[in-house]
């Protein structure tokens, strides 16, 4: 079975810019989770997708959104960018039911605003 | 809330060394509990999970035992090696709003010098 990839894998944008971001699961994972990484904050949850809605959300901004497809693909958007917004967004895909519901990460993409 | 303690890093070991990396947590139910393992510039990979109390989790030499008593999730390794450096996140999960979202400890970074 493939993983979970994530494109594009680095992006470097000047703030006010917007950015989008993709994330294809391992097939037949109905749930995309979204973490924001960096060394300050370490791992935070943006929000869950199961089967197209949003299920779940951390405690970010507006600017933070997402969208799910109904072939459980994911993306995430970030308008307005600012320097903050640099980290590694890491994907990862799950069945969406349990317990356990083991999270399958992808590489990330890797982030920097100018 | 639910939380994840980890010790602070970084840990650096010989190689054939005993490895110890402490995790507590803080649940209102009854968790399931993971160790992910985060190699350099690559996303977060499970290493071993438990579901229930006195359930041990194993993989690549590595263990956890799920401690209701302590409330605890130690990572335990007889013999290192060179390629066990990375970064290991414990993280626990339990239901809330239909997920299964986990909560992440900081991180504790491994160096495993020959």
């Known amino acids: 079975k493939a993983g979970v990839t994530q494109t594009p894998r680095y992006l470097i944008k000047t703030r006010g810019q917007q950015v989008t971001l993709s994330c294809s699961p391992i097939s037949g994972h109905r749930s995309v989770s979204w973490y924001q990484q960096t060394p300050g904050q370490g791992l935070q949850f943006l929000f869950e997708y199961f089967s197209e809605t949003q299920r779940n959300k951390g405690n970010f901004p507006g600017r933070f959104s997402g969208r799910q497809f109904s072939n459980s693909r994911s993306e995430m958007n970030v308008s307005t960018l600012e320097l903050g917004d640099s980290a590694l967004y890491l994907c990862?895909?799950?069945?969406?039911?349990?317990?356990?519901?083991?999270?399958?990460f992808g590489p990330g993409t890797r982030l920097t605003v100018l | 809330g639910d939380s994840v303690t980890q010790m602070e890093g970084p840990v650096t070991l010989s190689e054939e060394a005993f490895l110890t990396i402490n995790c507590t947590y803080t649940a209102t139910g009854y968790p399931s509990l993971f160790w992910y393992v985060q190699y350099p510039g690559e996303g977060l990979q499970l290493l071993l999970k438990a579901t229930k109390a006195d359930d041990k989790g194993s993989n690549k030499g590595f263990e956890a035992t799920y401690r209701k008593e302590t409330t605890s999730f130690h990572l335990e390794k007889g013999s290192v090696q060179v390629s066990d450096s990375a970064v290991y996140f414990c993280a626990l999960s339990e239901r809330s709003g239909g997920s299964y979202i986990p909560t992440f400890g900081r991180g504790t970074s491994l160096i495993v010098h020959p």
């Open positions: 990862a895909s799950s069945q969406g039911q349990g317990p356990p519901d083991t999270q399958y």
